[in-house]
């Protein structure tokens, strides 16, 4: 027979069982009721009610050779519907397995629908059903929540694979607590006159009620460990419990005694200390890590029994309601956050009484250009902020103390942007690099014609970042235009930073540099080609003194070399070329290579 031991709630964790109280194996199982917490130790390996089996669902047999060592079996009855667990807590150097039946009689227990046999080495301190109560939700000692209805029988067997033990409490949880807090577990199950286990929390008012129909005298007794004891002087139906202890009443009557035992254990309420208040610069996807704030919470107080949640406002706070995520998004602006310091053993007992500011002071957020370009032809830019904001105080490497300033020469200039609230000063810095640039102006536009498609080069001698353009054609950074037809044609060049564009007519048409008119039939006439891509076009030839030799349309043969009928000598001769523009007016072409040679 395994032997169960039942001790306070104070010594769950840290103390060594003090044996007291001995219940009997799965066949007098311990009721459980209502969602008092039992706090529970077991002692010796027992007699194994597997009898010699290798396993049960997950459990395997211990170092006492069998399934069962140091085991503890409990009931309950569900007396609603919804979602239920369990944490069985534990000194972290412990390990202790369990295995959930359905089932209402030990002889048919079937298969655990719930089990765990994973050792402790990475030190728990809770195994159960549901969500470990630390936050740790990839613990591999949680199994999957019940979905339980009304009138299920269950029962729970806790096994220590050790033999080294500290004793355990069974806490209840999951959402069937919210809509039946009282009455989620069946209490009829329960046959004793003093009812089931009382967990309360540190002078709390405590009272055992005995009262009896027919009684002739009470008697009390406590067991703090080493036997029942006769408390002096209490012989009234009821007592007044004022220490944790296993406390038993005699009720002598006319046809006998009728004895019961309960277990009464005071869990102290955390003292939640003072939090001091945080004030902070915020930045883009904010993230204040609460769990920083849980020191200064428990101060002294042990973490391992005490969980600390963080809430919006002080009823969710009294409640244990909504708690915050730890890693909080925190945005820009001031909020209270309540602090709720919670039991691990007893979740009853907390204490929600301190609160603390979390100020998250917007950090200036910079939109002005980092580069800018001042033209030479407006003489300055502003740089800066355009649209500031009144809060925040501004600061040039210059000295200036405006969020914008007009500048004229390039270099290098540095705002600093200031947002002070509440002692904190967030700042944002930025570097604006300015340059100079010079308007364009086009130097010579050379042409190589004489080709069905031409190339157009247009030069200048001004240094900067330039984009030129054919026509109504695409901008592009080379200077060189290709594939140009014969005709009047428009070419631009403008400044990439928006500091000025210019833009020319240009002509191309083809005409040999030389020609010969010696009788071969090669090159006997000099003539222009592309001239009728041109409305109403005139060129003129003139000698080197500026005489006109000779005059021509689009409709002219061209020119043999001759003036008035005589042969001209061999050297260069001049042309111009005029044509209609789209507003009719005559304009001469410019850029064209006005010379040519002539060879005899």
């Known amino acids: 027979m395994v032997k169960i031991v039942v001790k306070t709630i104070i010594a769950i964790f840290l103390c060594q069982v003090t044996f007291a109280q001995v219940t009997n194996d799965c066949g ?16 010796g390996y027992g007699t194994d009610d597997f009898y010699g089996a290798t396993s049960s669902g997950c459990l395997e047999q211990t170092t006492s050779g069998s399934i069962e ?48 046999f994973f050792d402790n080495s990475d030190f728990k301190s809770f195994i159960g059903v549901g969500e470990d109560p630390t936050g740790d939700v990839d613990s591999v000692h949680y199994e999957d929540w019940l979905d339980v209805n009304a009138g299920e029988d269950y029962i729970l067997f806790i096994n220590n694979f050790s033999n080294v033990n500290s004793g355990f409490s069974i806490q209840f949880t999951g959402d069937i607590w919210v809509t039946n807090p ?32 027919g009684a002739m005298a009470y008697e009390w007794y406590r067991n703090d460990g080493s036997g029942f004891q006769l408390i002096a002087g209490e012989t009234a139906a009821t007592f007044n419990v004022l220490n944790s202890s296993t406390y038993r009443v005699v009720v002598i009557t006319g046809t006998g005694n009728i004895v019961s035992d309960v277990q009464v254990g005071f869990t102290a309420i955390p003292v939640t200390q003072a939090v001091n208040d945080e004030v902070f610069c915020h930045t883009a996807d904010m993230i204040f890590n609460l769990e920083d704030k849980d020191i200064e919470a428990l101060g002294t107080q042990d973490p391992d029994d005490f969980i600390v949640s963080y809430h919006t406002s002080q009823t969710d706070a009294n409640l244990g309601l909504n708690p915050l995520t730890k890693h909080y998004a925190k945005s820009v602006g001031q909020e209270i956050i ?68 007009s500048v004229s020469q390039g270099g290098e200039y540095t705002l600093t942007v200031t947002n002070a609230s509440n002692g904190v000063n967030c700042e944002a810095v930025r570097t604006v690099t300015t340059s100079v640039s010079i308007a364009p102006e086009i130097t010579s536009i050379e042409i190589d014609d004489f080709k069905a498609s031409n190339t157009v080069t247009i030069v200048t001698d001004i240094a900067g970042d330039f984009e030129y353009r054919l026509n109504d054609g695409e901008y592009q950074t080379s200077n060189v235009l290709t594939e140009v037809p014969p005709g009047e044609h428009r070419v631009y060049i403008r400044d990439v930073h928006g500091c000025g564009e210019i833009q020319r007519d240009i002509v191309v048409v083809g005409f040999p540099a030389i020609f010969s008119p010696n009788g071969d039939v090669l090159n006997e006439s000099w003539q222009i080609e592309g001239l009728s891509e041109l409305s109403s076009p005139i060129v003129t030839i003139y000698d080197r003194y500026g005489k006109l030799i000779k005059q021509m349309t689009e409709l002219s043969a061209g020119w043999d070399g001759s003036f008035n009928g005589k042969p001209l000598p061999s050297t260069d001769y001049w042309f111009k070329l005029s044509y209609l523009d789209s507003d009719g007016n005559r304009v001469y072409a410019k850029y064209l290579q006005s010379h040519f040679s002539l060879r005899r």
């Open 182 to 213: 009282n009455t989620a577990l069946d209490c009829s199950i329960v046959n004793n006159l003093l009812g089931p286990p009382i967990a309360a929390c540190e002078n709390d008012p405590i009272t055992l009620d005995a009262t009896t129909s």
């Open 28 to 43: 007098s199982a311990i009721p459980i009721c209502s969602n008092t917490p039992i706090n529970g130790g077991t002692n």
């Open 69 to 116: 060592s140091n085991s503890g079996w409990y009931r309950f009855r569900t007396a609603a519907s919804g979602r239920l667990g369990f944490n069985i807590g534990h000194n972290s150097n412990e390990d202790w397995d369990f295995a959930l039946y359905q089932a209402s009689n030990c002889a048919t227990l079937g298969d655990p629908i719930r089990c765990n």
């Open 338 to 405: 309540y602090v709720r310091t919670t039991s691990l053993t007893n979740p009853n007992c907390f204490d929600a009484s301190q609160s603390f500011l979390l100020d998250a002071i917007e950090s200036p957020n910079l939109s002005f250009e980092e580069e800018v370009v001042i033209c030479e032809t407006a003489g300055s830019a502003v740089i800066g902020e355009t649209m500031p904001n009144p809060s925040y105080t501004y600061l040039w490497s210059t000295g200036e103390t405006t969020p914008n300033i």
